[in-house]
């Protein structure tokens, strides 16, 4: 019943190392969203995803890609994982666009 | 670049007592609205203002909005110790919709049983 949900909760890695986070949303939602919180607890948007437009914060790196298979999923995909990267990402969703959005429980990521 | 700004970013009141946060923002906005989140939990929806709307009460919240200044305040009246969080508004661009939500710092509450 969970209307939004991630996969994993928790990812260690290592540096250098390529990485997913899964996001699926079973609330019919057409934009998604990934945001980014910070060890300050700061929360920046990182991408919005409507009808295949993707709209990309201009500060994310391009290491960083998401990719929508289909409506209900926005995974993230991170290349060449940095110390820096460490934080705890979340997936949302809105219907409609810019409404009010519903977020997942969150990935936290360390990067060792 | 940050829009939002929490005042104050710290807030510690008894059970039972009000509790105001306020908010920020430097450009005109769609809407603004207010999240809460629980230690190591995601943010959970509170209540979405427009910017053509005052206020709005949902429960045991109230929450102002006041466009000429570029602000807003999110009231928590009788508060308990489940209202124990930190507190973030966000803010809808004018115009930037697929933007996504633009957040201010947040303010912790903590509520003394």
């Known amino acids: 019943d969970t209307a939004v949900s991630q996969t994993p909760k928790y990812l260690v890695t290592q540096m250098g190392n390529d990485k997913s986070i899964k996001c699926e949303q079973n609330l019919g939602h057409d934009t998604m969203y990934w945001y980014k919180q910070d060890s300050k607890k700061f929360l920046k948007i990182m991408f919005s995803?409507?009808?295949?437009?993707?709209?990309i914060n201009e500060t994310v790196p391009n290491r960083f890609s998401p990719k929508s298979p289909d409506k209900a999923h926005l995974n993230l995909h991170i290349n060449s994982l940095e110390l820096g990267d460490s934080a705890v990402y979340f997936c949302?969703?809105?219907?409609?666009?810019?409404?009010?959005?519903?977020f997942g429980p969150g990935t936290r990521l360390t990067v060792l | 670049s940050q829009q939002g700004e929490e005042d104050p970013q710290a807030l510690s009141i008894q059970e039972g007592e009000n509790a105001t946060m306020n908010c920020s923002y430097k450009t005109s906005i769609n809407n603004l609205q207010w999240y809460r989140q629980n230690s190591g939990r995601g943010l959970v929806h509170l209540i979405l203002i427009r910017s053509n709307e005052r206020e709005k009460h949902s429960g045991r919240l109230r929450v102002t909005l006041d466009t000429s200044k570029k602000s807003s305040s999110l009231l928590i009246t009788a508060s308990r110790a489940a209202d124990t969080a930190s507190y973030f508004c966000a803010t809808v661009l004018l115009g930037g919709g697929a933007d996504g939500l633009t957040f201010g710092k947040g303010t912790h509450l903590i509520i003394q049983p």
């Open positions: 949302a969703s809105s219907v409609p666009i810019g409404d009010t959005q519903y």
């Open positions: 995803y409507n009808n295949k437009e993707l709209i």
